[in-house]
């Protein structure tokens, strides 16, 4: 077989994002469009020589073409073995875990998460390190610099890998070995988890629904929930992964979830439900007539974590975003462990896990995870939920509230305006960034403003700073906003508005969460006039 030696130039726009390389498919399809990419991804990390990586994606539209291209060139770039998932299959956790367990040199994950997949929607590629977490800044900055200077790339001349086939093959000197996607997964989330109390609780007729919305973690959830588990089968619905999704926008939240919100809160709603997205790393949890927000769950997570197995003994800190809610904070200090607050992006949160600083980490993007990958991890959230649920014998709603009445509740919510002009949202964000200084004592809407700032954020492991990571401004009753714009859409500009308001309690622990948060969201609007200036109504998404 050839190695072939193929001149090409920059492609403008190589610039990974919060989460790898995320561009509408045909961009993705332009000739030599991911070739660039590829290669300068390797040459960033100083060549594929030797190397062993894995390789796996959602099975969205443009995957099994895209997976031949990344096995011939890190053939031609001299990898010694791919581990590739069957038919290049495997969610963003699993891939992580895979990446860890066989020591390699990382992986590429063919995703773009929970955006729409599809000849006409979205297609992404990105590259997590040896410890199985996605590629720090310095490194994403090393591949875009590399993707502004390529001239050539290396390809193999080949026919395709049969990747239907378990087992061992070679391409050229190099070994492909195509291998189960959920066996590993499944039996590392039987290490950390109480499956024998679990089956005992499905035994006793316990229900749930896990709506996969026809992305990847439909395997993972049929093979663990209906299989290991002995949840009935139809417990997993939209099990299927399909290219396109069925058309589906593989989101978990309550907008692009709404059919499990509506069986949810519906007269046959079952004890618990979870949704997961399109490659298998987010999760929406949701009780009867109760949706739990990511903040709270990610608190909920880590104050009762010790109840499972895998962190019987405790854990070492929390992590959050930080838009996301200051909730776990709270339960941190009761447990006299760390929290840390990091910039939007799951890669911020890699240093504090592999120094052992913290345990669990979480978003409010609807991602929560621990020490066991370095991703976020959808079913194993839901996983240790149900663990939750079966030792203490109680409901969601039960849950939530026992957590309130003990640390107070911190009433949240984002509220997204999508697909805006660029320059608009821009406007609406350099305004504010200018007045940030002369906020502070200042009233609005009735409340008086603390402090006002751009977040920076310096990692306390290897002194890295980020900067202009949103927006941020706090009350003196310990409400706050945050605005920020998205770094994983692929059209115009998504613009996020956080809100967040503190109620120690013990009354008003139960108001509705926008009445409760109303103050708030009006003095974001007359601090920021975001519906004035994008003249709309009402965000286009409300978690
Ligand atoms: C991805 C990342 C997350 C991040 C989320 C939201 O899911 O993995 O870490 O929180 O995107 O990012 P965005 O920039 O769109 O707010
Ligand atoms: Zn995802």
């Not at 991804?41 to 796996?56: C, H, Q, R, S, Y």
């Not at 499956?195 to 992305?215: I, N, S, V, W």
Request: glycine share 10%.
């Amino acid at each position: 077989m050839t190695i072939l030696t193929i001149a090409t130039q920059p492609i403008d726009g190589q610039k990974p994002g919060t989460s790898g390389l995320r561009k509408k498919t045909r961009v993705f399809m332009q000739s030599h469009f991911v070739e660039n990419f590829v290669q300068a991804t390797l040459d960033a990390i100083g060549g594929a020589a030797g190397k062993t990586f894995v390789l796996g994606g959602d099975g969205r539209y443009f995957s099994p073409q895209v997976a031949q291209v990344i096995l011939r060139m890190c053939a031609a770039n001299g990898a010694a073995k791919v581990i590739v998932g069957q038919d290049a299959l495997l969610s963003t956790p699993a891939a992580s875990h895979l990446i860890r367990l066989n020591k390699t040199d990382g992986g590429f994950i063919m995703s773009a998460s929970h955006n729409p997949g599809g000849l006409d929607e979205d297609f992404g590629l990105k590259f997590n390190t040896a410890n199985g977490g996605p590629a720090p800044e310095s490194l994403t900055d090393a591949i875009h610099d590399a993707t502004t200077r390529i001239t050539e790339y290396l390809i193999l001349e080949a026919h395709d890998v049969d990747l239907a086939a378990i087992g061992e093959t070679r391409l050229g000197d190099m070994v492909v070995e195509v291998v189960d996607p959920v066996i590993d997964y499944a039996n590392l989330m039987e290490t950390l988890f109480d499956f024998p109390k679990l089956r005992d609780m499905f035994a006793a007729g316990f229900r749930m629904r896990f709506d996969a919305m026809c992305a990847i973690t439909g395997p993972y959830a049929t093979e663990i929930l209906e299989r290991r588990l002995g949840a009935p089968e139809g417990t997993v619905v939209n099990g299927t992964p399909l290219p396109d999704f069925g058309g589906m926008h593989p989101d978990p939240n309550p907008t692009w979830a709404k059919d499990l919100m509506d069986v949810m809160f519906g007269p046959d709603a079952p004890d618990f439900g979870a949704a997961s997205d399109g490659d298998g790393d987010r999760n929406m949890v949701v009780g009867k007539n109760t949706y739990v927000s990511p903040s709270d769950s990610l608190a909920v997570l880590a104050a009762n974590a010790h109840l499972a197995p895998g962190y019987r003994s405790g854990i070492a800190g929390v992590a959050r975003s930080m838009p996301t809610s200051a909730a776990a904070d709270r339960v941190a200090e009761a447990l006299g462990v760390e929290a840390f607050e990091t910039p939007t992006g799951w890669k911020f949160f890699g240093n504090l896990l592999d120094a052992g600083r913290v345990t669990l980490c979480g978003e409010e993007s609807f991602g929560t995870g621990s020490d066991h990958v370095r991703e976020k991890d959808g079913l194993w959230a839901v996983l240790l939920w149900l663990n939750i649920l079966a030792e203490r014998g109680q409901n969601v709603a039960e849950i939530l509230a026992d957590h309130w009445a003990k640390y107070g509740r911190n009433y949240y919510s984002r509220h997204d305006y999508e697909a805006l002009p660029t320059v608009l949202a821009n406007t609406i964000v350099d305004g504010l960034r200018a007045r940030l200084a002369e906020l502070p004592g200042t009233d609005v809407a009735g409340m008086t403003i603390a402090a006002a700032d751009d977040f920076a954020y310096t990692d306390p492991v290897d002194s890295s700073v980020a900067k202009h990571q949103g927006l941020r401004v706090s009350f003196t009753d310990g409400s706050r906003f945050v605005i920020r714009l998205s770094g994983t859409g692929t059209e115009g500009a998504t613009l996020r508005l956080y809100l967040e308001r503190y109620v120690a309690g013990p009354d008003n622990l139960h108001l509705d969460v926008q009445d409760a948060l109303a103050p708030v969201i009006g003095a974001a609007e007359s601090l920021a006039s975001i519906r004035a200036v994008t003249r709309r109504d009402a965000p286009d998404v409300v978690t």
